[in-house]
């Protein structure tokens, strides 16, 4: 049997360029990976790189009109301003996490993104061309009635969109936040079909809190971050991994995610890297500042502030150093050994 490599694109804010240039650097080396694997921000370089065969297509569509229009097209909310904001935080840290209330996400969250992206094509599915992908979320259990009451159940269910050949070995698959603290996520995980590579993408980098949920058929979804760095996912598929090792998450992050599952993304981070046993791993904790589009709070303007780039040459000046970025650390990565 031919040795299977296995790609992961763990997310973590909007770094689709910076995954592409590593998906470059990975194939020149000769790492062609059979399976990529895309979680949050991750899942929408998942998708660009199963729709578009070629680098060239790839970067030009991120770096093109459409996209820098859809990017834009994510209105703030009324929580940009501090006053909502703190009121939400408030509740997340004293209903949510300390006295177990379930969360309201349907209506607190800071960006309202079209249900609609636009990624490659609408209808370009995940049947497999060079290589199988697969997109991680998470399916919400639960509706607005069940708002304000204390937990006693799971509230989400991991899913993995992919195509029908790859669901046939996700059957049985557990997740691994189940284990994770007082989780509300379920232990089984759902295999879905049929949807885009577009909806997906949707569903896997929508944060509760940060972005409205996504609707799919249906069903509602929220976050990748539900299995942010599914390394048992791929160890079960293939033979040889390709991932990255991100900073931790911030106070105010991680707090979010916790009011949702119930548990430490940091702590999952720790176990995960403290003694990962992954073939080539990228070091991208000092991944800059000036290329993440992560809101940040000003003071003196007592509101949150969007980092996404307002005119588009500025923008194609991040997408282009996210790529290089990308580029540069994979390769130095394969080629030590690492």
């Known amino acids: 049997m031919s040795k299977k490599t296995v790609m992961i694109f763990n997310g973590g804010g909007f ?6 240039g590593m998906l470059k650097a990975a194939r020149e080396l000769g790492k062609n990976p059979d399976y ?5 921000g991750g899942s929408a370089a998942t998708a660009v790189a199963h729709g578009l065969r ?8 991120i770096r093109g009109q459409e996209s820098f229009d859809f990017i834009n097209s994510i209105q703030e ?3 940009f301003n501090l006053n909502h904001s703190i009121s939400m935080i408030r509740d997340v840290y004293l209903k949510f996490r300390l006295r177990g209330i379930i969360p309201n996400i349907f209506e607190h969250y800071l960006l309202d993104m079209p249900q609609l992206v ?9 049947e497999p061309l060079e290589h199988k992908s697969i997109i991680v979320a998470a399916e919400i259990l639960y509706n607005e009635s069940a708002y304000g009451k204390k937990r006693n159940e799971a509230l989400f269910q991991q899913v993995f969109f992919t195509d ?6 996700l059957d049985g698959v557990e997740s691994p936040s189940y284990n994770m603290g007082r989780s509300s996520v379920a232990k089984e995980t759902k295999v879905v079909e049929g949807v885009t590579l577009a909806q997906a993408s949707r569903a896997s980098v929508t944060d509760p809190f940060f972005i409205n949920p996504a609707e799919v058929n249906g069903k509602r979804y929220v976050t990748g971050a539900v299995d942010l760095y599914p390394v048992e996912l791929a160890k079960s598929l293939g033979d040889e991994i390709i991932m990255c090792h991100p900073e931790k998450f911030s106070f105010l992050e991680s707090g979010l995610i916790w009011a949702s ?7 999952r981070h720790s176990e995960v890297f403290s003694d990962i046993d992954v073939d080539h791993l990228a070091d991208i904790k000092d991944f800059p500042d000036e290329l993440k589009y992560i809101p940040e709070v000003n003071w003196l303007k007592w509101q949150i502030l969007s980092k996404i780039p307002k005119d588009y040459d500025s923008y194609v000046k991040v997408v282009d150093a996210q790529f290089e970025y990308g580029y540069k650390k994979m390769r130095e990565t394969i080629r030590s050994g690492n």
Not at 54 to 61: G, L, N, P, Y
Not at 261 to 267: L, M, T, V
């Open 15 to 20: 770094k689709t360029a910076m995954f592409i």
């Open 118 to 126: 636009p990624l490659v094509d609408d209808h370009t599915s995940f």
């Open 261 to 267: 599952f119930y548990y430490s993304q940091n702590k």
């Open 164 to 169: 029908s050949d790859t669901a046939k070995l």
């Open 54 to 61: 070629t680098t060239k297509e790839q970067i030009e569509f």
């Open 36 to 40: 990529i694997i895309g979680t949050c």
């Open 77 to 79: 909310t009324k929580y």
